[in-house]
């Protein structure tokens, strides 16, 4: 069984369109994770919301929007596609540190966006 | 705030040979740390965590981490290195300990490579 699953897997399309990028936790956790790969391999947060609020946003243009319609479900909107925006898409979940979770997430397998 | 360094960016061993990947760390409080691992076109998988309990910590594939705070360092080992154990390595530490900041920062990556 997946823990953590995003379709799709690879993800090509030209400048300006806009495209979303799904993602689905069955671990039961409350907490959900978008991060960004680039090139260079190098991670960085995007954004966290727990219970379907948003808990973290980093400095993230606003061409980028999360929606959260359940906790199980963290699903990213990417408008108006800039070259720049290619990389691999992380999404994670982790259980609540208030419920005897810990700070370990856990991840999807990444969605690569080729953006031409 | 908190950050990592990982002080190999490349690190290349022959099989059978002792693995060290060097992970330095700045907390202004007893942060978590961890090690993923990200074998290619693959997602993140978590190899140990440190959070606080032995400063010597067990994780999976034969891998162990030392947590030593007057070095401010997690070193990755593992005693003899496996063709398998070729993949990116990532030394990670916690945010704040406080709900609402679980973001985790990731340090740059160090690509193990095994030769046979």
């Known amino acids: 069984d997946t823990a953590v699953s995003q379709t799709p897997k690879y993800l090509v399309t030209q400048m300006g369109n806009d495209k979303s990028i799904k993602c689905e936790q069955n671990?039961?956790?409350?907490?959900m994770y978008w991060y960004k790969q680039d090139s260079k391999k190098f991670l960085k947060i995007m954004f966290s919301?727990?219970?379907?609020?948003?808990?973290i946003n980093e400095t993230v243009p606003n061409r980028f929007s999360p929606k959260s319609p359940d906790k199980a479900h963290l699903n990213l909107h990417i408008n108006s596609l800039e070259l720049g925006d290619s990389a691999v898409y992380f999404c994670?979940?982790?259980?609540?540190?208030?419920?005897?979770?810990?700070?370990?997430?856990?991840f999807g397998p990444g969605t690569r966006l080729t953006v031409t | 705030a908190q950050s990592v360094t990982q002080l190999d960016s490349h690190v290349s061993v022959s099989e059978g040979t002792p693995v060290l990947l060097r992970c330095n760390y700045s907390?202004?409080?007893?942060?978590?740390l961890f090690w993923y691992v990200q074998h290619p076109n693959k997602g993140l998988q978590l190899l140990l965590k440190?959070?606080?309990?032995?400063?010597l910590v067990k994780g999976i594939n034969g891998f162990e981490a030392e947590f030593k705070k007057s070095e401010t360092s997690f070193h990755l080992t593992k005693p003899s290195a496996h063709m398998s154990d070729a993949a990116e390595y990532f030394c990670?530490?916690?945010?704040?300990?406080?709900?609402?900041?679980?973001?985790?920062?990731f340090g740059t990556g160090t690509r193990l490579t095994i030769i046979p």
């Open positions: 994670a979940s982790s259980q609540d540190l208030r419920t005897g979770g810990s700070y370990e997430q856990y």
């Open positions: 990670v530490v916690s945010g704040y300990p406080n709900f609402g900041n679980e973001k985790l920062t």
């Open positions: 919301y727990n219970n379907k609020e948003l808990i």
């Open positions: 671990l039961g956790h409350d907490t």
């Open positions: 907390s202004s409080y007893s942060p978590s």
């Open positions: 440190y959070t606080s309990a032995a400063t």
